[in-house]
């Protein structure tokens, strides 16, 4: 017994001091078979991985890091949708855990007062026409301090830590949020996408407001107008709707 009250995401745990990345760990357990819901949390990481092939700064015995296996009844082109469940799984267990106002960035990132303070990074198995596993990959930093973050950062970062000025129970934390996880994921097979949608909505930032969408090749400004029941991103651009499928976005304040 863990003092968990899931049913199934968390009943398999594997816990590492250190790993490579949580996420490769789950990768290779889920296709050898984990169990649905198994995870995969360390103390530190020493590939700890970003998208695009960035770095995910992980010192260690400060922070969350966690992958979970699933193993959804969809087909692959709905699993992107997963990524906004554990958004708002995160978004939600860091308010009622902490009482702090975290906030959802498209398509992946957690936020305090525009700070990034969580990371998602969900992959994906297929064969054909069904999935074989999704890894919900989450960092979340917890009691990091100034000093632990890298110089270079492409954005503005905080901590549970630097936001409050308090130290958090990492393990507390932890189960909360394997709670609100397992509690939004079944809405989401049970309901569908729209009640999720709905709440990653009003959990996020800039809606109506011009952001600047940075999308490798090219960037486009617009007003931000809420997302599609993809989950891809709808930028009024000068009156013409564009849908925005990855990128980078940030607000433009001219
Ligand atoms: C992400 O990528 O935000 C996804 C991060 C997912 C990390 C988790 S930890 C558990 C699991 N195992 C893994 O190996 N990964 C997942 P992206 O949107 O590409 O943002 C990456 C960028 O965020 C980097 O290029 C840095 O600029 C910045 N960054 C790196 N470490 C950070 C940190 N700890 N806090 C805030 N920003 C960070």
Redesign the pocket.
């Known amino acids: 017994q863990n003092g968990l009250h899931t049913r199934f995401i968390a009943r398999n745990v594997y816990a590492f001091d250190q790993v490579d990345?949580?996420?490769?760990q789950a990768m290779l357990m889920g296709e050898e078979g984990a169990a649905d819901g198994t995870v995969v949390i360390a103390d530190a990481?020493s590939?700890?991985?970003?998208?695009?092939g960035?770095?995910?700064?992980?010192p260690a015995g400060v922070?969350l890091?966690?992958?979970i296996v699933l193993r959804p009844p969809i087909a692959p082109h709905r699993a992107p949708q997963l990524t906004f469940v554990s958004a708002v799984a995160v978004a939600q267990a860091i308010n009622s855990f902490s009482g702090l106002d975290a906030r959802v960035k498209w398509p992946?990132?957690i936020l305090i007062d525009d700070c990034?303070?969580?990371?998602?990074?969900n992959e994906m198995s297929a064969e054909s026409e069904r999935v074989h596993s999704v890894v919900l990959?989450?960092?979340l930093?917890v009691n990091?301090t100034a000093s632990q973050?890298?110089t270079?950062?492409?954005?503005p970062?905080t901590s549970l830590f630097l936001s409050s000025g308090r130290k958090w129970p990492r393990a507390a934390l932890a189960r909360h949020l394997f709670e609100k996880l397992e509690q939004l994921y079944h809405q989401y097979l049970n309901e569908g996408f729209e009640p999720i949608l709905q709440q990653w909505e009003s959990l996020c930032c800039w809606q109506g407001r011009v952001v600047e969408v940075d999308r490798g090749t090219d960037r486009i400004r617009g007003r931000f107008a809420g997302l599609d029941q993809t989950g891809a991103l709808l930028l009024d651009a000068g009156g013409t709707l564009e849908k925005i499928y990855s990128g980078?976005v940030r607000p433009s304040d001219d």
């Open positions: 990345s949580t996420n490769h990481q590939s700890g991985k970003g998208r695009l960035r770095r995910w700064a992980s922070n890091y966690a992958s992946n990132d990034k303070v969580g990371g998602l990074l990959g989450i960092g930093n990091m973050f890298p270079d950062l492409r954005y970062a980078d």
